[in-house]
């Protein structure tokens, strides 16, 4: 068998891969270099005109963050005009953009956010805010999934790692939605989301008697995300109890008998057993969650379609959005390569942070 | 410094029992070594003591409390186990203090507590090493400085030396036996094996399949084994056992012969025996005499295969009735395989044991 032509014959061997190859470089590594290319053309699906290569005009555009300082409107003598509820009255950054010289660089940018400083206010304009919006939603997301999905996670490792009668089946339960497509399980949840007639809202309604009102948690601009970050995360974390699972069988048991004799307690023995000995799995979970989380897609398409007031937009969705939607591959192409760089710099960050320093 | 009792201690497994009704005292500052074959029950009788076993029946008592159903932190106790258990993201000092910094003893006494361990295991400059930079040794050497700053009642040592190569372990073994000196603590330790049990105990207990065989100091063992089991088991190269008939029986010897032994009159110290009955004839290697003469010699064979070590030669012979018998001779002696020889022995040295059973003591 090991001298068969199979496994000597190199040829052979490249042959065997080239389809996998093949594959992988028509649909991965091609289109990765051709989204940096079509971020510097204006490039649209289908379009008459020629492709026109505009350097890094497009990411000027989306990037474009300022943050301007706008005085209150006086009236001849001086006094800060303020309309009938005493609210100081500013003037609209359109009309400045188009008539002062000095904010002639804002032209055609929004505010994306202000607040109130002394008489004057503080603005945060952009040129793309629903770019803006959407890298908020996303980085958001990451925030509250990445440390929620891996806590529950290790919590729910540490509870299926006992040897109970039975525990497989609770380690399959909790496995199950990650054997499910997302697409499906957003479709359900869809369901219990229901502002009408949900299961979420009919199991608070019965536990409360009627106390807790009826929330349309989809529709609701201040519950949207949040409804989804929860449904992510219980999507996602049996997959990551089962890495942390098998970290956690990594460490051998002489040492928890070790810190029994030696007198530490149960989250001692966690604290100084098991928690270094998961260092290595905790890298890996991190980073896995955050990269899957800044991947955000498949929820937002299927449940909010990145509604209501855009409160659900997320970067991933925006990029298909953009490309597919409005033919506007060069603006989904700078969206993609935006949130490669991003993800890149994090878990790079992430991998220096959790470097081991013993040696 | 404690005393140690155990008296009807028994453990289950479901339905299957694994330690059957164990009793030992074991006095203050004694070193007392479990021996006995693989799954023999002495890790767990060793564990039950520690508290990592549950106790199905029994008592243990130290210092005369009974700490059967007491947490291991609390028995006063520490541990060295075989795969050392230190734990690898702690540096030697972080090791050895471990139970103090758990206990939230003040870090001047810690460092001195520590620093004293160290010097009486000569390890102060690894205090700063991580376990991965520590050979195998030195790795159980933390271990057993860990248990020192505990300063327990009890030292219990499972088979401490089994993952150290044969120079280590000898090494290591001389260490261990010092550091009772030393401290003059209690210990109980578990092996499997006799030549760490008769070097370094005070008393070596026997056990097999749950059940102990014979409690008494290495040379009692030795010289007056309680049964054919405890005979086959401490020496080495192991005893010879000789199948013999019983010629005839006085109160106290039997005259014993076969083909290749010349009738003998040899004690019978363990079983009372018959005339007629078939026995086993306990004779340890390194009392077989060579003779040239075949006539003065009393047993009998062919030799087939002669290992020469230079402190002694170990000679396989294989008897007239084709039985295996090895003679380990003092000095390097040759001889020529396929040759006739005799031994001679002395008689008060011969066990008799009865051929019945196998051997052991059996409930």
């Given at each position: 068998m090991a001298d068969s032509k199979l496994t000597r014959s190199n040829r052979t061997g490249w042959l065997m891969s080239l389809p996998g190859f093949t594959l992988v470089a028509l649909f991965i590594i091609v289109p990765f270099f051709f989204a940096f290319g079509l971020s510097m053309t204006n490039q649209r699906l289908v379009s008459p005109n020629p492709t026109k290569y505009v350097g890094l005009e497009n990411y000027r555009q989306m990037l474009d963050i300022a943050l301007v300082t706008l005085q209150p409107e006086r009236d001849a003598s001086g006094t800060v005009i303020r309309d009938d509820e005493g609210t100081i009255q500013y003037p609209r950054l359109r009309r400045l953009s188009r008539s002062d010289p000095a904010f002639e660089r804002y032209k055609g940018m929004r505010e994306w956010f202000g607040w109130q400083s002394g008489e004057s206010h503080k603005a945060v304009v952009v040129r793309d805010p629903l770019f803006w919006i959407a890298l908020r939603n996303t980085l958001l997301f990451v925030l509250v999934v990445a440390p929620v999905q891996g806590g529950i996670a290790l919590g729910l490792a540490l509870l299926v790692n006992q040897k109970l009668r039975g525990i497989n089946a609770f380690r399959t339960i909790y496995f199950m939605p990650v054997v499910v497509s997302i697409v499906v399980v957003s479709l359900l949840w869809r369901f219990i989301y229901d502002g009408n007639d949900g299961l979420l809202n009919n199991l608070l309604d019965t536990l409360s008697f009627g106390a807790i009102p009826g929330v349309d948690w989809l529709g609701n601009p201040s519950t949207a995300l949040g409804a989804i970050m929860a449904m992510s995360i219980w999507q996602a974390v049996g997959f990551h109890m089962v890495i942390w699972l098998s970290g956690l069988q990594t460490i051998s048991p002489t040492l928890y008998e070790a810190a029994d004799i030696e007198g530490a307690s149960k989250w001692q023995a966690f604290r100084y057993v098991t928690w270094p000995g998961l260092r290595n799995t905790a890298v890996l979970v991190i980073i896995v969650i955050t990269m899957q989380a800044f991947a955000l897609f498949a929820q937002i398409d299927v449940m909010t379609n990145g509604g209501p007031l855009d409160s659900t937009q997320s970067l991933v969705f925006q990029a298909v959005e953009r490309g597919y939607g409005k033919q506007d591959i060069s603006g989904g192409s700078v969206i993609s390569v935006v949130l490669f760089v991003l993800v890149l710099a994090i878990s790079l960050v992430q991998r220096w942070l959790t470097r081991d320093r013993q040696n | 410094m404690a005393t140690l009792s155990m008296s009807g201690l028994t453990k289950r497994f479901g339905d299957i029992e694994v330690i059957r009704g164990v009793d030992i005292d074991i006095a203050d500052g004694e070193f007392v070594v479990f021996v006995g074959p693989s799954g023999c029950g002495k890790s767990t009788l060793l564990r039950m003591i520690a508290g990592l076993e549950d106790i199905s029946g029994g008592e243990l008592r130290i210092d005369d409390h009974l700490v059967n159903d007491m947490q291991p932190r609390d028995r006063g106790i520490a541990m060295v186990f075989q795969t050392y258990a230190i734990f690898p993201h702690m540096s030697v000092r972080e090791n050895l203090g471990f139970g103090l910094t758990i206990a939230k003893v003040p870090k001047a006494e810690k460092e001195q507590r520590v620093m004293q361990a160290a010097r009486i295991l000569q390890m102060e400059h690894l205090l700063d090493r991580r376990p991965s930079q520590l050979s195998g040794g030195q790795r159980q050497r933390v271990a057993i400085g860990r248990a020192i700053v505990r300063e327990p009642s009890v030292f219990l040592f499972d088979e401490p030396l089994s993952n150290l190569d044969a120079a280590l372990r000898m090494d290591m073994r001389m260490e261990i036996g010092k550091l009772h000196e030393q401290l003059g603590a209690t210990m109980i330790y578990v092996t499997h094996d006799q030549v760490e049990a008769m070097t370094l105990a005070d008393r070596i207990v026997v056990i097999k399949d749950g059940i102990v065989q014979q409690v008494g100091a290495p040379m009692e063992l030795y010289h007056q084994p309680a049964n054919r089991f405890v005979a086959g088991f401490i020496g080495s190269p192991s005893m010879n056992f000789l199948p013999v008939e019983v010629q005839s029986v006085d109160h106290d010897s039997?005259?014993?012969?076969?083909?290749?032994?010349?009738?003998?009159?040899?004690?019978?110290?363990?079983?009372?025996?018959?005339?007629?009955?078939?026995?086993?004839?306990?004779?340890?290697?390194?009392?077989?005499?060579?003779?040239?003469?075949?006539?003065?010699?009393?047993?009998?064979?062919?030799?087939?295969?002669v290992e020469r070590l230079g402190s002694e030669t170990v000679v396989d012979v294989n008897t007239r009735e084709n039985t295996r018998l090895v003679a380990a001779i003092a000095d390097d002696r040759t001889f020529e395989t396929g040759t006739e020889i005799a031994f001679t022995f002395d008689p008060n040295r011969a066990h008799l044991f009865s051929a019945a059973g196998d051997g052991a003591l059996n409930k």
């Amino acid at each position: 068998m090991a001298d068969s032509k199979l496994t000597r014959s190199n040829r052979t061997g490249w042959l065997m891969s080239l389809p996998g190859f093949t594959l992988v470089a028509l649909f991965i590594i091609v289109p990765f270099f051709f989204a940096f290319g079509l971020s510097m053309t204006n490039q649209r699906l289908v379009s008459p005109n020629p492709t026109k290569y505009v350097g890094l005009e497009n990411y000027r555009q989306m990037l474009d963050i300022a943050l301007v300082t706008l005085q209150p409107e006086r009236d001849a003598s001086g006094t800060v005009i303020r309309d009938d509820e005493g609210t100081i009255q500013y003037p609209r950054l359109r009309r400045l953009s188009r008539s002062d010289p000095a904010f002639e660089r804002y032209k055609g940018m929004r505010e994306w956010f202000g607040w109130q400083s002394g008489e004057s206010h503080k603005a945060v304009v952009v040129r793309d805010p629903l770019f803006w919006i959407a890298l908020r939603n996303t980085l958001l997301f990451v925030l509250v999934v990445a440390p929620v999905q891996g806590g529950i996670a290790l919590g729910l490792a540490l509870l299926v790692n006992q040897k109970l009668r039975g525990i497989n089946a609770f380690r399959t339960i909790y496995f199950m939605p990650v054997v499910v497509s997302i697409v499906v399980v957003s479709l359900l949840w869809r369901f219990i989301y229901d502002g009408n007639d949900g299961l979420l809202n009919n199991l608070l309604d019965t536990l409360s008697f009627g106390a807790i009102p009826g929330v349309d948690w989809l529709g609701n601009p201040s519950t949207a995300l949040g409804a989804i970050m929860a449904m992510s995360i219980w999507q996602a974390v049996g997959f990551h109890m089962v890495i942390w699972l098998s970290g956690l069988q990594t460490i051998s048991p002489t040492l928890y008998e070790a810190a029994d004799i030696e007198g530490a307690s149960k989250w001692q023995a966690f604290r100084y057993v098991t928690w270094p000995g998961l260092r290595n799995t905790a890298v890996l979970v991190i980073i896995v969650i955050t990269m899957q989380a800044f991947a955000l897609f498949a929820q937002i398409d299927v449940m909010t379609n990145g509604g209501p007031l855009d409160s659900t937009q997320s970067l991933v969705f925006q990029a298909v959005e953009r490309g597919y939607g409005k033919q506007d591959i060069s603006g989904g192409s700078v969206i993609s390569v935006v949130l490669f760089v991003l993800v890149l710099a994090i878990s790079l960050v992430q991998r220096w942070l959790t470097r081991d320093r013993q040696n | 410094m404690a005393t140690l009792s155990m008296s009807g201690l028994t453990k289950r497994f479901g339905d299957i029992e694994v330690i059957r009704g164990v009793d030992i005292d074991i006095a203050d500052g004694e070193f007392v070594v479990f021996v006995g074959p693989s799954g023999c029950g002495k890790s767990t009788l060793l564990r039950m003591i520690a508290g990592l076993e549950d106790i199905s029946g029994g008592e243990l008592r130290i210092d005369d409390h009974l700490v059967n159903d007491m947490q291991p932190r609390d028995r006063g106790i520490a541990m060295v186990f075989q795969t050392y258990a230190i734990f690898p993201h702690m540096s030697v000092r972080e090791n050895l203090g471990f139970g103090l910094t758990i206990a939230k003893v003040p870090k001047a006494e810690k460092e001195q507590r520590v620093m004293q361990a160290a010097r009486i295991l000569q390890m102060e400059h690894l205090l700063d090493r991580r376990p991965s930079q520590l050979s195998g040794g030195q790795r159980q050497r933390v271990a057993i400085g860990r248990a020192i700053v505990r300063e327990p009642s009890v030292f219990l040592f499972d088979e401490p030396l089994s993952n150290l190569d044969a120079a280590l372990r000898m090494d290591m073994r001389m260490e261990i036996g010092k550091l009772h000196e030393q401290l003059g603590a209690t210990m109980i330790y578990v092996t499997h094996d006799q030549v760490e049990a008769m070097t370094l105990a005070d008393r070596i207990v026997v056990i097999k399949d749950g059940i102990v065989q014979q409690v008494g100091a290495p040379m009692e063992l030795y010289h007056q084994p309680a049964n054919r089991f405890v005979a086959g088991f401490i020496g080495s190269p192991s005893m010879n056992f000789l199948p013999v008939e019983v010629q005839s029986v006085d109160h106290d010897s039997a005259l014993v012969a076969s083909t290749s032994l010349d009738a003998v009159r040899v004690p019978m110290r363990v079983e009372p025996l018959k005339s007629g009955d078939q026995a086993l004839l306990g004779l340890r290697p390194q009392y077989l005499v060579p003779t040239n003469e075949q006539d003065a010699g009393q047993l009998h064979g062919t030799l087939s295969l002669v290992e020469r070590l230079g402190s002694e030669t170990v000679v396989d012979v294989n008897t007239r009735e084709n039985t295996r018998l090895v003679a380990a001779i003092a000095d390097d002696r040759t001889f020529e395989t396929g040759t006739e020889i005799a031994f001679t022995f002395d008689p008060n040295r011969a066990h008799l044991f009865s051929a019945a059973g196998d051997g052991a003591l059996n409930k």
